[in-house]
């Protein structure tokens, strides 16, 4: 079990028209040329991009792989080093317990980005070092809902008792009240509050630095635009969409949600014209 007094959050059922996006502000920040100096350890784990498992990379951060990873290291101290704007709360909490579960100790390196459900993975070690430069980003959950006005209503529910479970995490690693790690979630109309590595420390998110050692930056990374912008954008210039029906489009393919809203278009020749956008915007 873990060696701080970390509080176990039940699992939460995700609705097949909900899908958990992380912020375009977290997307904005998020360098994935930041990676740790340590992955070849045998006792490393790395979690860099999207929280789950991302539909157009194939990129693997799911609970899965990362209690596979545990397995594999027994019960040996283990590094989990983070560079992640958020994703999956799910996946995130579901991480966070397994972290929380292990039977020795568990290092958090923030070596980049630690946002969204990233951050609740930050909050599981018994100690969380940050790199300089870092950050530890909390705020309000986020997703987009590809349903009716039920199915919208259901999921301001759900997205209040996920901020909720969020606030304890928090609070139980700062050692503050929930409600005090609530007003954090809630700055800015729920765009929430970002930590560089010495607040994160002063407000207990966090114990220490890590070694600038530790932390190196790939030469060969580009900055690219993550794949989901290109494609929304496509969609609004080829397919006349609205952002917000490009952003409900791109989230139905990512879940394999069936129905879409029904002002989103279906029509082949606007589909169409958005591929051919899209390619000419990666190629470009």
Do not use: C
Request: no cysteine.
């Amino acid at each position: 079990m873990s060696l701080r007094k970390l509080p176990e959050v039940q699992a939460f059922q995700k609705p097949e028209w909900l899908n958990f996006e992380p912020p375009d502000q977290n997307i904005d920040a998020f360098d994935p040329a930041v990676i740790s100096a340590g992955a070849d350890d045998a006792t490393e784990i790395s979690i860099y991009g999207q929280i789950g498992i991302d539909p157009f990379t194939a990129v693997d951060n799911s609970e899965r792989r990362i209690a596979a990873a545990l397995r594999a290291i027994g019960k040996r101290d283990v590094t989990v080093s983070i560079n992640s704007p958020g994703g999956s709360f799910f996946s995130g909490l579901a991480i966070y317990n397994l972290l929380r579960a292990h039977p020795a100790k568990v290092t958090i390196n923030v070596i980049g980005m630690a946002g969204s459900a990233a951050s609740v993975i930050a909050m599981s070690g018994d100690e969380t070092l940050m790199a300089d430069g870092s950050f530890i980003m909390v705020h309000n959950a986020s997703g987009v809902v590809v349903g009716n006005k039920f199915n919208a209503k259901d999921a301001a529910e759900l997205l209040a008792e996920v901020d909720d479970a969020m606030a304890h995490i928090y609070a139980a690693r700062a050692g503050v009240d929930a409600k005090t790690a609530a007003a954090w979630m809630d700055r800015r109309r729920g765009d929430g509050t970002m930590f560089n590595a010495s607040s994160a420390i002063e407000q207990g998110l966090a114990d220490g630095k890590v070694s600038a050692a530790a932390v190196k930056v790939k030469a060969d990374a580009s900055r690219a635009v993550p794949r989901e912008r290109v494609m929304e954008n496509a969609l609004v210039a080829a397919a006349s969409m609205s952002p917000q029906d490009a952003k409900a489009f791109i989230a139905d393919l990512k879940s394999g949600t069936r129905d879409a809203p029904g002002n989103v278009t279906r029509d082949a020749d606007d589909l169409k014209a958005a591929i051919q956008q899209l390619r000419s915007t990666i190629r470009s």
